[in-house]
């Protein structure tokens, strides 16, 4: 075979898993409700026109094309961000998994090469997400009805998603390489992501502001356009509304100019690490293997790593259980290096930018004041929040699942500890694995708080909101993580639940707003839609302020804040209460004797 017999027998075992078809009758569900939308917003538009030229839900032929052209670039972003969130669960545990499981010996006692290992997984994980992305096709060829997409779009849309995919299946597996666990290789992958994707975006203001204030000039302002303007030209999404900024009916005005640019850059990095990889997958876990020694060492007192020297612990106490969550090294992540710098390179810039804008702030700056600084705050709230709840979502997940993983559930199960302090131990342990993450929160809050007194009200809300969204999500990943039997698999649907239900609902409400009409309760509708919104939850104490003191008294933002707020803080009472009195029950602990029969104590 081409890619050798791991490339078969990896496709084997994916067709037998449910959830890979679940999948894909999710996304083909997401894409004929994309093509519903696209159609019926025109029909609804045509029935409030009063100069519709064939009246009623009557649609002409060139606004049939406008539908084509709307559906299409609804459609590629939708195959694009799919391919983004879902392709590094499927691919970063290729290697883990088997190191994980101490299978990868069996594998290198083999007469397979290194070559055939790493290559024959990642183009197996790499036809899987191929297969996720071809269930569009059929549904595509219903546009043969309105004319069709031009063949060149869809080359350029199936280049985009093709070329990312590869690279984000690359860059997977080569993490996976470096990593013990496949919990471990995901959250790297996400942390890369972050930096490699997300920053870049976010970057993209404050070249605009370097230019308003006239320092595109110097050598340091030279060097950051240069670097900003390489990352766009590897980032799909940015690409991707780079090329579609001009398209028009018929497909008229599609760059492909950047399509081509990235896509090469995409093979020949995906190239560069899958041979990285192959040149390492071996030496690394021989490496790794050797190293129990230094371990053990360690465990004796006598080699302590230089980390270990300056972090605080304190006694073991009463509670262990709570001790371990908290603080033994086996309940954190272990990101390595690539995770440590993605994280060093995500604080230093959001610390950069708060910094560097409150510098503008204080100075007077003609283009930036005070108040520019307050939304400012609450932008950065809503994206660090947002990045934050996913993080520590897949961490909750894989807070049970590891136990499994590492044979210590057991063990832990024939303890006198409850199922409640073991559950509520766990908890404590990931809600504390945030605090970090509301420091770097807490110093944008009080810098607001230096321009206005009456900031530092807002800062227990803000302070509140972020409790119980980071409540909702540890409870949501541990319910999945106490009821999967894999890391990957338990990560994978506390993801999907958060997404879902913390904002993506919205987006198909929105679709279906548009399409069916508001009926004059437009306000109204998207009020009561915001409120389980966990982007708008978390800073909308900020959003609220920076639009002044009016917006307090508007019945819609505010109201969609409260139900929101309680609504999320009945939720996290309820699933936690399910948590506790259920654990018994789902981790096997409780016999149900046969009938007539007593249990002796």
Known sequence: MLFGPIFQVELVA?????RQYLLR???????LFVLWVSYSSISVRNSYSPDAPLGGNQVSISELAYTATAFFYAFTWVQVLGIVAITPVMAAGAIATERERRTIEYLFATDLSNFEIVVGKTFARLAVVGQLVLVSLPILFIFRLLGGIPADLLMASFLIAGSTALFLTSLSVCVSVWSARARDAVMRVYRLLAVLIVIPIVLAPLAFVIQAQNLGGTWWATAF??????????NPLAVLAKSMSGIAAAGAGFDFEPVLYMAAWHVGLSATLVALATTAVRRVHLRESSRGDGAAKRKRGEAVRWSDRYRWRPQLGENAMLWKEVFAPTAKARLGFVGVAANVIVVLVALGLTFFFFYLAVTNDPNFDDDDFF????VETTILGVCFMLLLA????????LERERDCWTSLLSTPLSGGEIMRAKLVGNLYAARWGYLLLLITWLLAACFDGRYLLVIPLLTLSFFLCTMFVTVVGLQYSLSSATSLRAMGAALATVFFVGGGYFIFCCFGFVAV???GNEDDLLAIGMAPLLPYIVSAPAFLFASGTDEWGKGQPMMAYLLGTAGYAVADLLLAINLFSSFDRRAGRTVDSPSGHTVQP
Do not use: E, K, M, S
Not at 25 to 31: G, H, R
């Open 375 to 378: 939304y400012f705050a609450a």
């Open 517 to 519: 009409g508001g009926g």
């Open 394 to 401: 897949a961490r909750a997940a894989g807070l049970v699942t």
């Open 14 to 18: 994916a067709a037998r898993q449910r």
């Open 225 to 234: 356009n240069q670097v900003l303007g390489y990352c766009w030209d590897l």
């Open 25 to 31: 009758v999710i996304y083909a569900a997401i894409i």
